[in-house]
């Protein structure tokens, strides 16, 4: 399946929860990720944010679709991250 997860954790947190998310998907922009992910992994992913989590001040949003070409992707002004891939 194919995700893009949102994250806003409070300071000391932050940095965490960004190499968490790096460990399974590609990062976009400041707490966003996206990618390709099976349910396992997904699975895996939020278990383990939740042990990092203070869920009365922190959220984490995933949306999900079964492939990314039935999503429309625009990006407007500068691309933080682009998942060009160089072999």
Known sequence: MY??????????????MLKLCRKYLNW????VFE????????????????EMMNEQEDSLII???RDEK????EI???EKNSLDNFL
């Open 3 to 16: 995700v893009i997860l949102v994250y806003d954790c409070g300071e000391r947190r932050v940095s965490k």
């Open 28 to 31: 976009i922009q400041n707490s």
């Open 35 to 50: 990618g390709e992910i099976t349910e396992v992994k997904l699975k895996e992913l939020v278990l383990q944010a939740k």
């Open 63 to 65: 949306f999900k679709s």
């Open 70 to 73: 039935w999503l429309d992707k």
């Open 76 to 78: 407007i002004g500068q």
